[in-house]
């Protein structure tokens, strides 16, 4: 069975620096999604990226970028200037062709500090 | 974010009520999920319709009963519920189950407190 790991529970960086979240998980399939989803205080769960795994190119969304690490299994989010607004909860999630469902982490909770 | 919405945001109920959660999608989606997020514990996944159908029920009990009347719509009807139960309840919707290249799209959730 895929499981998703997210090793960092709580997660804080100055506003504007860079932080790097952390996201590991097992499969023995070859070709599979990975996404980083935002949860904000608000609570609705917003898609922040998505990687294929067959693309070797890491997928980047504005000041959201992804290390994606194929052979070590590792999917790692960075964030780029952060802002007020990136406070959130941080899912990691994997979806495997031939299995429908998406397998999350247990979340990383980031804050900003001013 | 009005992609898809839920009410109520927020039920208190006893163990002995029969309340509804009602989520609406508005994204011309086939598919829609219902998983339960508890405090530290991966989201899960509760059930999954597929163009009306129940495709998916992943030994929920049966006090929780789900509905879905058409593709826009689904509802989880919730009686002699446990305080174990309460949790975040998190709609989601797709363009439909088992296309691999598909990606959810959730809700703001209902904050359910079983006293």
């Known amino acids: 069975a895929q499981t998703v790991t997210q090793s960092q529970p709580e997660m804080s960086v100055q506003e504007a620096e860079t932080v790097t979240l952390s996201c590991t998980y097992d499969t023995s399939e070859s070709d599979y999604y990975l996404f980083w989803y935002k949860q904000p205080p608000s609570r609705q769960m917003i898609l922040v990226i998505r990687q294929e795994a067959y693309k070797q190119q890491n997928a980047t969304e504005n000041r959201f970028s992804v290390n994606f690490q194929k052979a070590a299994k590792s999917f790692s989010l960075k964030i780029s200037d952060s802002q007020l607004g990136d406070a959130a909860m941080y899912f990691c999630?994997?979806?495997?062709?031939?299995?429908?469902?998406?397998?999350f982490g247990t979340g990383t909770r980031l804050t900003i500090i001013p | 974010e009005t992609g898809v919405t839920q009410t109520p945001r927020h039920l208190v109920m006893g163990m002995t009520n029969k309340k509804s959660l009602k989520c609406e999608q508005h994204l011309g989606h086939n598919a829609m999920y219902w998983y339960k997020q508890s405090a530290k514990k991966p989201l899960e996944l509760m059930f999954v319709y597929n163009f009306k159908e129940q495709t998916e029920n992943n030994s929920v009990p049966s006090r929780f009963s789900p509905e879905c009347p058409n593709s826009s719509h689904l509802f989880l009807h919730l009686h002699t519920l446990q305080p174990e139960d309460s949790a975040l309840y998190l709609c989601?919707?797709?363009?439909?189950?088992?296309?691999?290249?598909?990606?959810?799209?959730f809700g703001p959730g209902t904050r359910l407190t079983v006293l």
């Open positions: 999630a994997y979806k495997g062709r031939g299995n429908e469902k998406l397998t």
């Open positions: 989601a919707s797709s363009p439909q189950w088992a296309d691999f290249t598909d990606t959810q799209y």
